[in-house]
Each structure stands twice: as structure tokens, then as C-alpha cells.
């Protein structure tokens, strides 16, 4: 590494799942038109743009391009903001923000949108922070999924005034704040390698659910609660930081 010259990068892959449910083909079709509201690619692409700000970066370039029937994929190409550091600071490699938008509709009743976020940044601000910009209970601008994960990855060395002096930074989940109606599960490889599973609560998913459809049941929101673990949580299960079976 030349001196002076920062190669440290960190990278944050959010993935939110939100199921929707439908009791009928008519209410599917309503349900398929919100859906694309809600998850809209300029809404998002502002979600991007201000994970931008948050972590303290410029965007260079920004791409975009929406799939049928449904799917949305973009990418910012991002550098530091140099306005922030000293003339000392450079930053050898391009950061990036994509985001991409799935639908799973195997589960009956339900439509399942899968929304992952990839954030990677050389600055020294806290990937962490994105959540911020991404994730709220009550902000129609932002996600409020019923399951999220984030993965948390940093590579390259931070010096001091020598090669033997090397400062292990390193950021984590409870840097934030987060909401208390989701519980969280950590898989954690190293201090530089963290998974993170978060998991809305039962009474909250079921509040969150009859907002939109007050018949729905607490057997249905287990059932969905189960498919999302099931198909989603498999790094978490295998480590035994969550036993499916008593959730």
C-alpha cells in the first residue's frame, strides 16, 4: 500500500424480503399494481442517491433498467468525496451502490419481493449508516420488509506511522439504531466478515399486515414467517443462531 493512500474497502449487501398477501386473482391484480408503486425504480434510485450522501461519497455515473413483468436493477458509480479529506487522502479504487428488485410467488396467497441493496465504499464512513436511508416502520419512502439480512465485508489494511502498526477498524450492526420490534441473529465469521439476520416479531409483522388487510390471521403471518426463514436464513440455521422450529 503507498503511504498516505487508502486501500480499505467496505462493502454492505442488504437484502429485504416483504410479503404481500392477496385473497383472490382480482386483489392479486391491485396487489401487483402497489407492489410497483411501492417499489418504484426512481424511488429507489433517491434511496441510492442519498446512501451516497450518508456515506460520504459523489456519484460519477448512474445506470438503470427496469424488467418485465416485474424487476428493477440500477448501479451508481461512486468515488469519494474529496471535498471531506485532506489533500493527503486519495482513494485507489471506485466504489459502487446497485440495487436490485425479485418477486417470489410460490407461497400461496402471498407475494414475496426480495430487494438487495450492494453498497461498497473506500471512505471511512460507516457502511452501516445505508440502513438509515433504507429501512423504516413508518416512512412510505423507504422499505419496511419482514425479514432483512446484511452481510458486512472489509478488505485491506489501515496503517499507522508503520507496517507494524496496523488499525483494525471494523463497523457492526449495533453502531445504529435499530427499531426494537425486530430481533436480531448474528453469523459472524471475523471482526471484518458479519452476517447479520433481522426478523420482525410476530405481533409487529401481524400489526404490519392488517394495516392493509385487518381479516388477515396470526396463523396466516406464521406461515409466511416460516416460508421467509426457511428459504431465506440458511447460512443462520446451519450455525444454530436459529432454531426454525421454535420461531
Do not use: W
Amino acid at each position: 500500500m503507498l503511504k498516505k493512500i487508502s486501500n480499505v474497502s467496505s462493502t454492505l449487501i442488504v437484502n429485504c424480503y416483504e410479503g404481500f398477501y392477496f385473497h383472490d386473482n382480482n386483489s392479486r391484480l391491485e396487489l401487483e399494481q402497489n407492489i410497483l408503486n411501492k417499489y418504484d425504480a426512481h424511488k429507489l434510485t433517491k434511496i441510492a442517491r442519498q446512501i451516497s450522501k450518508t456515506i460520504k461519497t459523489e456519484i460519477l455515473h448512474e445506470s438503470s433498467h427496469s424488467f418485465k413483468p416485474f424487476g428493477d436493477s440500477s448501479s451508481l458509480l461512486l468515488q469519494a468525496d474529496l471535498g471531506l479529506y485532506n489533500s493527503a487522502s486519495l482513494h485507489l479504487k471506485e466504489s459502487h451502490i446497485t440495487f436490485h428488485t425479485y418477486i417470489e410467488d410460490i407461497l400461496d396467497n402471498f407475494l414475496v419481493i426480495r430487494l438487495e441493496f450492494h453498497i461498497s465504499s473506500c471512505s471511512d464512513s460507516n457502511v452501516f449508516e445505508s440502513l438509515y436511508e433504507i429501512i423504516s416502520i413508518d416512512d412510505d419512502n423507504k422499505v419496511f420488509p419482514n425479514l432483512f439480512t446484511v452481510d458486512y465485508l472489509r478488505r485491506g489494511s489501515k496503517y499507522g506511522d508503520s507496517s507494524d502498526l496496523i488499525i483494525n477498524e471494523s463497523f457492526d450492526i449495533f453502531d445504529i439504531n435499530i427499531n426494537p420490534s425486530y430481533d436480531i441473529f448474528l453469523n459472524n465469521v471475523s471482526h471484518i466478515t458479519k452476517s447479520s439476520l433481522l426478523l420482525l416479531d410476530e405481533e409487529s409483522m401481524l400489526k404490519k399486515h392488517q394495516l392493509e388487510n385487518n381479516f388477515i390471521s396470526l396463523e396466516t403471518i406464521s406461515t409466511l414467517r416460516s416460508f421467509l426463514l426457511k428459504s431465506f436464513a440458511e447460512e443462520y440455521q446451519l450455525s444454530n443462531s436459529i432454531d426454525v422450529g421454535s420461531i
